[in-house]
């Protein structure tokens, strides 16, 4: 008798659930996603879309999840690239995931820069023109997010082609005396202000939950302030997991280090999938969905939720 096991065809909340994820080795980075980059080598970034288009106007790729709430990519940028200024209609965050990162804001023509190692985390505000330039030994890899689904695209500032590519480099400044580095300790209002978006992790204080996992704020109450929507990083200790929760908005999983099992709940049917580093999970509003730590080591991984509100979700150990 052939074994039935092997013929079993996925049930419909397993195939849901898979086409909610994103799995990193699935995924190709697109060094053609900024249009206003073109025939200029040294804007060369590449885009891996993982929820929504974000900065790119390509909202109608077939391997990427419909946004909400917010968008959510990474970017790679080689060594000695830069992007122009430019301004969003929302706010947009970086967060580091490998290499050291520049950000010029931008007043007028003098420009803060302010340089982010990984998982630090930058929160730009809606229309405070900015750039970000690579002046390190290593390519930079950053997940960014936008604070809506269907963004506009952006305004530039300062842009080769119509600006002296020195000076776009230096996202405006005319000159060096006109670039200050950011210092959180400084009374003026430019550094005052930047200093509320700015989000080092190894400043964080984590927040041990009654399950049993760590949060550290980024995005929200205790973090960079939020405007849509809300972003936490989770330390999930080998062996701890959660009973299944349910919001009314999404929120989505994305693994930093280390490897979790998440799952999906409907009408007594209960389907799980792994998630390796850099692997994400996209829960919709209204899915009792839950996950835990079954691997041999501890894991984190970010979890952004399409509200700004504070967690309204009351964890239990499962």
Same mark, same amino acid.
């Given at each position: 008798?052939?074994?039935?096991?092997?013929?079993?065809?996925?049930?419909?909340?397993?195939?849901?659930?898979?086409?909610?994820?994103?799995?990193?080795?699935?995924?190709?980075?697109?060094?053609?996603?900024?249009?206003?980059?073109?025939?200029?080598?040294?804007?060369?970034?590449?885009?891996?879309?993982?929820?929504?288009?974000?900065?790119?106007?390509?909202?109608?790729?077939?391997?990427?999840?419909?946004?909400?709430?917010?968008?959510?990519?990474?970017?790679?940028?080689?060594?000695?690239?830069?992007?122009?200024?430019?301004?969003?209609?929302?706010?947009?965050?970086?967060?580091?995931?490998?290499?050291?990162?520049?950000?010029?804001?931008?007043?007028?023509?003098?420009?803060?820069?302010?340089?982010?190692?990984?998982?630090?985390?930058?929160?730009?505000?809606?229309?405070?023109?900015?750039? !970000?330039?690579?002046?390190?030994?290593?390519?930079?890899?950053?997940?960014?997010?936008?604070?809506?689904?269907?963004?506009?695209?952006?305004?530039?500032?300062?842009?080769?082609?119509?600006?002296?590519?020195?000076?776009?480099?230096? !996202?405006?400044?005319?000159?060096?005396?006109?670039?200050?580095?950011?210092?959180?300790?400084?009374?003026?209002?430019?550094?005052?202000?930047?200093?509320?978006?700015?989000?080092?992790?190894?400043?964080?204080?984590?927040?041990?939950?009654?399950?049993?996992?760590?949060?550290?704020?980024?995005?929200?109450?205790?973090?960079?302030?939020?405007?849509?929507?809300?972003?936490?990083?989770?330390?999930?200790?080998?062996?701890?997991?959660?009973?299944?929760?349910?919001?009314?908005?999404?929120?989505?999983?994305?693994?930093?280090?280390?490897?979790?099992?998440?799952?999906?709940?409907?009408?007594?049917?209960?389907?799980?999938?792994?998630?390796?580093?850099?692997?994400?999970?996209?829960?919709?509003?209204?899915?009792?969905?839950?996950?835990?730590?079954?691997?041999?080591?501890?894991?984190?991984?970010?979890?952004?939720?399409?509200?700004?509100?504070?967690?309204?979700?009351? !964890?239990?150990?499962?």
């Amino acid at each position: 008798m052939p074994d039935s096991s092997l013929t079993q065809q996925p049930s419909a909340l397993a195939n849901e659930m898979r086409a909610y994820t994103g799995l990193f080795t699935e995924k190709t980075f697109d060094w053609d996603a900024f249009p206003a980059s073109r025939g200029f080598p040294d804007l060369l970034r590449a885009q891996l879309r993982y929820v929504g288009a974000g900065g790119s106007p390509k909202s109608n790729d077939p391997t990427t999840l419909k946004a909400e709430h917010f968008t959510f990519s990474l970017v790679n940028q080689p060594v000695g690239k830069f992007a122009a200024s430019h301004a969003h209609e929302v706010v947009e965050h970086f967060m580091i995931l490998q290499g050291v990162l520049t950000v010029g804001t931008v007043w007028g023509d003098e420009v803060v820069e302010v340089k982010l190692g990984p998982k630090d985390l930058l929160l730009n505000k809606s229309g405070r023109p900015h750039g !970000f330039r690579n002046d390190g030994v290593e390519p930079v890899l950053m997940q960014i997010t936008v604070g809506s689904g269907t963004p506009e695209m952006p305004v530039h500032v300062c842009h080769p082609k119509n600006k002296d590519l020195e000076l776009s480099r230096r !996202f405006g400044a005319p000159g060096p005396e006109k670039i200050h580095l950011f210092s959180p300790e400084s009374t003026d209002r430019r550094h005052q202000e930047l200093a509320k978006h700015v989000v080092r992790y190894r400043d964080r204080t984590p927040v041990w939950d009654k399950a049993g996992f760590a949060r550290l704020a980024y995005v929200g109450e205790g973090g960079a302030p939020a405007h849509g929507y809300r972003m936490d990083m989770i330390h999930l200790p080998k062996g701890v997991a959660v009973k299944p929760y349910v919001r009314d908005v999404e929120d989505v999983y994305f693994v930093l280090d280390g490897a979790i099992t998440a799952g999906w709940v409907q009408d007594g049917e209960v389907v799980e999938r792994r998630l390796g580093t850099r692997d994400l999970l996209f829960n919709p509003a209204g899915r009792p969905h839950y996950f835990r730590n079954d691997g041999v080591t501890d894991a984190q991984f970010t979890m952004v939720v399409g509200t700004g509100a504070p967690e309204s979700v009351s !964890f239990e150990a499962a």
